[in-house]
């Protein structure tokens, strides 16, 4: 008899509950499909559920989060998070922060110089793209943990940046050094003074550069020490016929869109990675083409693919 109800109990619970809380392994598949907006449902459907959903380490950082203290109540295992513009940052917001590894503060004006210093060490990832408050004084150097940041948008000119950093989009102040930032692999200038001095100080280890719409490129510009590097972004810069010849032979994805410093006799060098190169808008011709590599896949040439 206790056996029969037992089964009967268990025939009770809904197969979504069994599901999601019943079996850790579809568990895990089921809420890998789900963001943190779509558990205020599954919270409310059964006390099993909560419990399952209490203990994912949720990362969305595209829902805007307007209390931040409620969410941490609800969602304990979460670790990336996006704050909706106008939060308070009061001492209970930063504690429901503790932990956290993803944190999107875009378009935040109340974001400060002051606050990023109490923001979690735990922190891999940030944004704060367009968070107009912070200055060029702004210091991410205690962020031990970071590895991406974006400061597009803002004030901030990258002198205090920790050595973890792999990823890093926004602006270069004028002389400043990027040569301590030996775990680089991707960097989106925003707008620099690029001399040769500071293309020097660029880790060698650096994948992907992006400095399009820098107007100011020196004409002996090198790129020749980024032995690593695979994608060069340069539209509409002012990239000229010398620093092409300085790619490295690793380049596997090249726009010089809209250069116009480059002449009708501007040649690549020897590039056997190659298979993707846009010069669309710019005075190249047959030179360059007669340089390219042999097996290289396509090219965009005044806005016709080759």
């Known amino acids: 008899m206790k056996r029969t109800l037992r089964m009967a109990a ?13 079996n850790p392994v579809t568990s895990a598949c089921v809420l890998s499909c789900l963001v943190a907006v779509d558990t205020y449902g599954l919270r409310q459907l059964h006390v099993a559920v ?28 979460a670790v990336g998070a996006r704050l909706a513009e106008g ?19 875009q378009d935040c004006g109340n974001v400060t110089d002051e606050l990023l210093r109490r923001l979690p060490t735990s922190l891999r990832t940030l ?3 367009g968070c107009g408050s912070l200055t060029a004084r702004a210091s991410f150097a205690h962020l031990s943990a970071l590895e991406s940041l ?75 020490h980024l032995r690593a590097l695979q994608t060069l ?3 509409e810069s002012s ?25 009708p006799t501007a ?12 010069v669309s808008r710019t005075k190249v011709g047959d030179t360059l083409v007669a340089s390219l590599p042999a097996g290289w896949r396509s090219c965009v040439w005044c806005g016709a693919a080759a």
């Open 10 to 22: 268990a025939d009770d619970v809904p197969l979504l509950v069994r599901v999601l809380a019943g």
């Open 50 to 77: 909560a419990g399952a959903v209490a203990g994912v380490p949720w990362a969305d950082t595209a829902t805007p989060v307007v209390d931040a203290v409620r969410w941490r109540a609800a969602l304990p295992g």
């Open 87 to 105: 939060l308070r940052f009061s001492d209970a917001v930063m504690a429901a922060l503790a932990g956290v590894t993803r944190l999107n503060l």
């Open 127 to 129: 944004n704060v793209r």
């Open 150 to 224: 974006d400061c597009s948008g803002t004030s901030v000119a990258a002198v205090s940046l920790p050595v973890s950093l792999q990823a890093y989009v926004g602006r270069l102040s004028v002389g400043v050094s990027l040569a301590h930032l030996s775990r680089l692999r991707v960097l989106r200038i925003q707008s620099a003074n690029l001399g040769d001095g500071m293309l020097a100080s660029l880790p060698p280890g650096l994948v992907e550069l992006d400095v399009s719409d820098i107007f100011n490129l020196m004409a002996a510009a090198s790129f020749a």
């Open 233 to 235: 972004r340069a539209a």
């Open 239 to 263: 990239l000229g016929d010398t620093a092409l010849m300085s790619l490295p032979p690793s380049l596997v994805y090249l726009d010089v869109r809209a250069c116009d410093k480059l002449t």
């Open 267 to 278: 040649v690549l060098p020897p590039l056997p990675a190659l298979r993707t190169l846009t």
